[in-house]
Structures are given as structure tokens and as C-alpha cells.
């Protein structure tokens, strides 16, 4: 894989949209093409004539981007510095999987162009690619939210969705930002229902305001805090953790529900954490500075320990299995343990994320999310390296993780610095 070296030109393009910059759709991919490569297949991926009269991806996206613009020129003036280039940067590529997920689809009868989860797979693209580019970390993790939710605002008010959605969402996503995303997504196309379209956000935005996550990531309150204030630290972490996934995941109304539901564990528990992360990422690094006395359960020594060999992918299913074994008879001696695997697919995951809470632990995510190229390097120095093509069909197969698939969510970058928490006091 060919991995190109920013230009001291494009950093300077990058830093120029946090300030007055209005670059068109062209001027976008000149500098940004060769580093986001679907970018170039914009102008060969065709759209619903319907839902997308103005033509194929290119133009449409050339078109949110001057809405934008305008938007920026007048009811978004208050919009600057890092907010302004990720909004810019989240308008550009807010269709970026459309090149990969464009297909004929028959809905109701009729055919259809339809390019489905492509906010998903857009996300889980660009995670190590942005992060390879002169931008702040703040920058990169608010444009992934963006990308990767931004049919989410239609979506909760269409399907009339709980407060609960909306609380979620506020924590993978900053609701403002997203808000004004769509406007400029339906406003930069021509379609025969874009009032109907813009109602549905203001809707959106009334609810997320109602809620109190306009702007703002869910979080409890110091009323609830006071509550469990006398608790051990241990016991705090449980029952906030606890509290903010259940009321998210819509089991209980209140926070408060959370200190009954948690007494019985709240002072002994498992702290169950899975590692996610392709090969070169960091993860091992990471075990020997953090594990502790935690119990570490690694595919890949399961695999030597069976086989002999950690790359013998033969007897995939017989090391699950005896990996999963081994991970509940930890969960039920209340012991720590780090789950060693890349776990780059959100259903192997969830999987094990289940495990632990059904087991009543609290569960940790740990993503690692360093650029390309730093991944590509690391995996050449390591002592047991995976073939580039191995390494390049797990970042084809990276599926980002959402904030709320586990209690708490941390992510580490290129320098293995955590840059990014929640889910915890």
C-alpha cells in the first residue's frame, strides 16, 4: 500500500477552513484526493433521480457545501476555528462511502438507487485516514461523529423515537453541528420534499433542545452525583457508568433507578475491557503499560498456545470457544480481565460486551486509533508482523464502534496518549 506524505500545502488548505476559507468541491478533492481516494469517484456515482435531481455525488456535494457557506456567511457567523473546518470538512464528506454503497434497490415496487449504511461505512473509512491528516483530534472525532450519524436527526423525528435516542446521540455526535449539517444537506439538493425535510429538522432540534443535549453530550447531573455521594470511588464509577448506559439503552427513566439496580454490585464487580484495533494500532503496548493484575485473554496466544503458531487462522472457532470459556469463568470470580483481540466487527464485540454485563461487570472499550501509515510501521517492527494484505482486508473490515456498545468509551491516538472519554465521571 502506498502511503503518501501530507504536503506543508495541504496543511496550510486544512487550517485555512477554520478561518474565512470557501473552497469549492474541486478545489476539495485536488487536495484531499489523494489521501481520501472515493473522493475521486464522486463525479461517477450516480443518484435517485427523485431524492437527488441535481445529478451525481459531485454535484450534490458541491451544492451542500455553497449552502453551507451561505449558511456560515449569515445565521452561522458565530461558527469559527475548529467547529467551522469540521463542519466544512463533515459537508465534503458526509456522502463519502456513496462511491462503495451505491447499488439498484427495489422499494415498493419500484427500482431505486440506494446506497445503504453509507454514514456507517463513510465513519469507519475515513477513522484512520483523517487521523493521518494536520488536523486536531477534537477536529477528527467531531467530523466521524458527523459523518457517521448525520441521517440520524431525520431519522429519530420520522420514527417518532424516545428521549432516550436523542440522549445517545448527543454523546456520538455534537446535535448543533449535525443539525446544521442536514440543513445544508437537504437545501443542497433538488428534491420534491425539502419542506417536509427541513420541518423534520426543526423538529430534531426543538426535541434535542427539550432534552438538553443541544450542543452538549448527555452527562448526569450534580442532583444525582449528591446522591451517591458518600460511595466509594469504586462503587461511584459503577453506578454512574451504570446509570448513564441504562438510561441511554432506554432501561430505566431516571438515574436514580440505577442506585437500586446497581446495590448488589456496586462493590464487587469484574471491569471487563475490550481492546479494538487493527494489527500495529497499539494494543499490546497498551496491556503492558495498563494491565496490571488484570487477567489478559489473547486470541493470538491461544492460537500459539493450541497450534503453535498465532497465525494459524485453522481452528478459529476452538480458540473463540475456549477464549470465551475462559473469559466467563473470570467474569464469575469477579477477576479484571482485558479482552486481547483486534475486535474490529461491531458483532464479535457486542458479543463479548454482553457477556460482561449479563455477568454484571463494567465494561470498557479501548479504541486505538492511530493514521495508516503509523499502523503500516509499527506492524513492520513487530516481532510477529501480519502480511500488508492481511492488515489491509482488517482496515476494509474496520467497523467503527459507537459510543454506548459498552459502559464507558476511551480512544488512544498515534502517541498512545487517550484523547478522547466518556461514559465515567
Same mark, same amino acid.
Given at each position: 500500500?502506498?502511503?503518501?506524505?501530507?504536503?506543508?500545502?495541504?496543511?496550510?488548505?486544512?487550517?485555512?477552513?477554520?478561518?474565512?476559507?470557501t473552497p469549492d468541491i474541486d478545489e476539495c478533492v485536488e487536495h484531499l484526493g489523494c489521501h481520501i481516494e472515493w473522493l475521486n469517484e464522486f463525479k461517477n456515482t450516480r443518484q435517485d433521480p427523485e431524492w437527488h435531481a *441535481?445529478?451525481?455525488?459531485?454535484?450534490?456535494?458541491?451544492?451542500?457545501?455553497?449552502?453551507?457557506?451561505?449558511?456560515?456567511?449569515?445565521?452561522?457567523r458565530y461558527i469559527s476555528g475548529q467547529d467551522r473546518q469540521a463542519l466544512i470538512l463533515a459537508a465534503l464528506l458526509h456522502d463519502i462511502a456513496k462511491p462503495f454503497r451505491t447499488k439498484d434497490v427495489e422499494i415498493k415496487g419500484v427500482i431505486r438507487v440506494a446506497c445503504p449504511q453509507h454514514e456507517a461505512v463513510g465513519r469507519s473509512y475515513l477513522a484512520f485516514k483523517l487521523i493521518g491528516l494536520n488536523l486536531s483530534f477534537d477536529v477528527v472525532w467531531t467530523v466521524l461523529g458527523l459523518v457517521g450519524e448525520h441521517h440520524m436527526p431525520k431519522r429519530l423525528v420520522v420514527k417518532n423515537q424516545n428521549r432516550s435516542d436523542y440522549l445517545a446521540l448527543s454523546r456520538r455526535a455534537n446535535?448543533?453541528?449535525?443539525?446544521?449539517? /442536514?440543513?445544508?444537506?437537504?437545501?443542497?439538493?433538488?428534491?420534491?420534499?425539502?419542506?417536509?425535510?427541513?420541518?423534520?429538522?426543526? *423538529?430534531?432540534?426543538?426535541?434535542?433542545?427539550?432534552?438538553g443535549v443541544w450542543n452538549k453530550e448527555h452527562r448526569l447531573d450534580d442532583g444525582f452525583l449528591n446522591l451517591?455521594?458518600?460511595?466509594?470511588?469504586?462503587?461511584?464509577?459503577?453506578?454512574?457508568?451504570?446509570?448513564?448506559? /441504562?438510561? /441511554?439503552?432506554?432501561?430505566?427513566?431516571?438515574?436514580? *433507578?440505577?442506585?437500586a439496580r446497581t446495590f448488589e454490585y456496586k462493590n464487587s464487580y469484574s471491569n471487563l475491557v475490550v481492546l479494538c484495533g487493527p494489527s500495529g494500532s497499539g494494543k499490546s503496548t497498551w496491556i503492558e503499560e495498563h494491565?496490571?493484575?488484570?487477567?489478559?485473554?489473547?486470541?493470538?496466544?491461544? &492460537?500459539?498456545?493450541?497450534?503453535?503458531?498465532?497465525?494459524?487462522?485453522?481452528?478459529?472457532? &476452538?480458540?473463540?470457544?475456549?477464549?470465551?470459556?475462559?473469559l466467563k469463568e473470570c467474569l464469575r470470580r469477579k477477576q479484571d480481565i482485558i479482552w486481547d483481540a483486534t475486535n474490529l466487527r461491531s458483532d464479535f464485540r457486542k458479543i463479548i460486551c454482553d457477556f460482561g454485563?449479563?455477568?454484571?461487570?463494567?465494561?470498557?472499550?479501548?479504541?486505538?486509533?492511530?493514521?495508516?501509515?503509523?499502523?503500516?510501521?509499527?506492524?513492520?517492527?513487530?516481532?510477529?508482523?501480519?502480511?500488508?494484505?492481511?492488515?489491509?482486508?482488517?482496515?476494509?473490515?474496520?467497523?467503527?464502534?459507537?459510543?454506548?456498545?459498552?459502559?464507558k468509551v476511551l480512544v488512544y491516538d498515534d502517541k498512545g496518549q487517550r484523547r478522547f472519554a466518556t461514559g465515567s465521571l
Amino acid at each position: 500500500m502506498k502511503l503518501l506524505k501530507i504536503s506543508q500545502k495541504t496543511d496550510e488548505w486544512l487550517a485555512s477552513l477554520a478561518q474565512q476559507a470557501t473552497p469549492d468541491i474541486d478545489e476539495c478533492v485536488e487536495h484531499l484526493g489523494c489521501h481520501i481516494e472515493w473522493l475521486n469517484e464522486f463525479k461517477n456515482t450516480r443518484q435517485d433521480p427523485e431524492w437527488h435531481a *441535481e445529478g451525481n455525488v459531485h454535484i450534490h456535494t458541491g451544492m451542500v457545501l455553497k449552502e453551507l457557506y451561505r449558511l456560515l456567511d449569515t445565521e452561522l457567523r458565530y461558527i469559527s476555528g475548529q467547529d467551522r473546518q469540521a463542519l466544512i470538512l463533515a459537508a465534503l464528506l458526509h456522502d463519502i462511502a456513496k462511491p462503495f454503497r451505491t447499488k439498484d434497490v427495489e422499494i415498493k415496487g419500484v427500482i431505486r438507487v440506494a446506497c445503504p449504511q453509507h454514514e456507517a461505512v463513510g465513519r469507519s473509512y475515513l477513522a484512520f485516514k483523517l487521523i493521518g491528516l494536520n488536523l486536531s483530534f477534537d477536529v477528527v472525532w467531531t467530523v466521524l461523529g458527523l459523518v457517521g450519524e448525520h441521517h440520524m436527526p431525520k431519522r429519530l423525528v420520522v420514527k417518532n423515537q424516545n428521549r432516550s435516542d436523542y440522549l445517545a446521540l448527543s454523546r456520538r455526535a455534537n446535535l448543533e453541528l449535525l443539525y446544521w449539517l /442536514e440543513v445544508a444537506d437537504m437545501k443542497g439538493r433538488i428534491c420534491p420534499d425539502l419542506s417536509l425535510q427541513l420541518q423534520h429538522l426543526d *423538529e430534531f432540534k426543538m426535541f434535542a433542545q427539550e432534552y438538553g443535549v443541544w450542543n452538549k453530550e448527555h452527562r448526569l447531573d450534580d442532583g444525582f452525583l449528591n446522591l451517591i455521594e458518600s460511595e466509594s470511588d469504586q462503587a461511584k464509577d459503577y453506578i454512574y457508568s451504570t446509570a448513564l448506559f /441504562e438510561m /441511554e439503552a432506554d432501561l430505566i427513566s431516571l438515574p436514580v *433507578e440505577a442506585i437500586a439496580r446497581t446495590f448488589e454490585y456496586k462493590n464487587s464487580y469484574s471491569n471487563l475491557v475490550v481492546l479494538c484495533g487493527p494489527s500495529g494500532s497499539g494494543k499490546s503496548t497498551w496491556i503492558e503499560e495498563h494491565a496490571g493484575d488484570s487477567t489478559v485473554i489473547s486470541l493470538d496466544n491461544i &492460537r500459539e498456545e493450541l497450534d503453535g503458531n498465532r497465525a494459524n487462522q485453522r481452528n478459529n472457532g &476452538r480458540v473463540v470457544h475456549l477464549a470465551k470459556d475462559r473469559l466467563k469463568e473470570c467474569l464469575r470470580r469477579k477477576q479484571d480481565i482485558i479482552w486481547d483481540a483486534t475486535n474490529l466487527r461491531s458483532d464479535f464485540r457486542k458479543i463479548i460486551c454482553d457477556f460482561g454485563r449479563d455477568y454484571k461487570a463494567l465494561v470498557t472499550l479501548v479504541l486505538f486509533l492511530p493514521s495508516e501509515s503509523t499502523i503500516f510501521e509499527r506492524n513492520r517492527k513487530r516481532e510477529h508482523p501480519v502480511p500488508n494484505d492481511v492488515l489491509l482486508k482488517q482496515l476494509d473490515g474496520f467497523q467503527f464502534p459507537l459510543v454506548g456498545e459498552a459502559h464507558k468509551v476511551l480512544v488512544y491516538d498515534d502517541k498512545g496518549q487517550r484523547r478522547f472519554a466518556t461514559g465515567s465521571l
